[in-house]
């Protein structure tokens, strides 16, 4: 008979292997990454929507004009199309503006509803002088009145220099 020997044997070692620290912390950067970037689209959204283009009720939010009260209600106009260009002519009665890239002029008609800012303050269309740069809104029905018209307008990082008569850079 064979005698079976009691000697001790090792156990085998099992290696687990556990994602290095490098690894973990390279993920959770990632992660955290593409959580700014989620957040930061949808607040640079509401920001947008609060401080610049159309209200809810379809009127201009950031102009004022002659009335100097911006319209109120749900009943608002909505604002089919705008026009950026340079003043041509102006009177207290209509506006003609060069399109910066286009070059089509158009007249506007400007009625005691239109409301006219420059540099976010009210003003009067007596304000609004050849050469300087606007931005014209018009209501759904009628391409040629003017709902709202902003003198010097600020549009983004390649807008407009804000300056009376400044150069585009569109």
Same mark, same amino acid.
């Given at each position: 008979?064979?005698?079976?020997?009691?000697?001790?044997?090792? /156990?085998?070692?099992?290696?687990?292997?556990? /994602?290095? %620290?490098?690894?973990?912390?390279?993920?959770?950067?990632? %992660? +955290?990454?593409?959580?700014?970037?989620? +957040?930061?689209?949808?607040?640079?959204?509401?920001?947008?929507?609060?401080?610049?283009?159309?209200?809810? #009720?379809?009127?201009?939010?950031?102009? %004022?004009?002659?009335?100097?009260? /911006?319209? &109120?209600?749900?009943?608002? +106009? $909505?604002? $089919?199309?705008?026009?950026?260009g340079t003043v041509t002519t102006a009177s207290?009665?209509?506006?003609?503006?060069?399109?910066?890239?286009?070059?089509? !002029?158009?007249?506007?008609?400007?009625?005691?509803?239109?409301?006219?800012?420059d540099s976010g303050a009210a003003v009067q269309?007596?304000?609004?002088?050849?050469?300087?740069?606007? %931005?014209?809104? &018009? #209501?759904?029905?009628?391409?040629?009145?003017?709902? !709202?018209? &902003?003198?010097?307008? !600020?549009?983004? /990082?390649?807008?407009?220099?804000?300056?009376?008569?400044?150069?585009?850079?569109?």
């Amino acid at each position: 008979m064979e005698q079976m020997s009691h000697e001790p044997t090792t /156990p085998k070692t099992v290696t687990v292997r556990v /994602p290095s %620290l490098v690894f973990t912390k390279t993920i959770a950067i990632v %992660l +955290v990454v593409a959580i700014l970037c989620i +957040v930061s689209f949808y607040g640079g959204q509401a920001y947008q929507r609060q401080h610049a283009g159309v209200a809810a #009720n379809g009127t201009s939010s950031s102009s %004022l004009g002659q009335n100097s009260t /911006p319209p &109120t209600g749900t009943g608002g +106009v $909505r604002l $089919r199309r705008a026009a950026i260009g340079t003043v041509t002519t102006a009177s207290a009665s209509s506006l003609t503006v060069q399109n910066r890239r286009t070059g089509v !002029s158009t007249t506007y008609t400007i009625t005691a509803s239109t409301y006219i800012t420059d540099s976010g303050a009210a003003v009067q269309a007596s304000d609004i002088k050849n050469g300087d740069t606007v %931005l014209v809104r &018009t #209501n759904a029905g009628n391409s040629t009145v003017a709902a !709202s018209i &902003t003198i010097n307008p !600020s549009i983004g /990082p390649r807008g407009f220099s804000g300056n009376r008569g400044g150069a585009s850079s569109i």
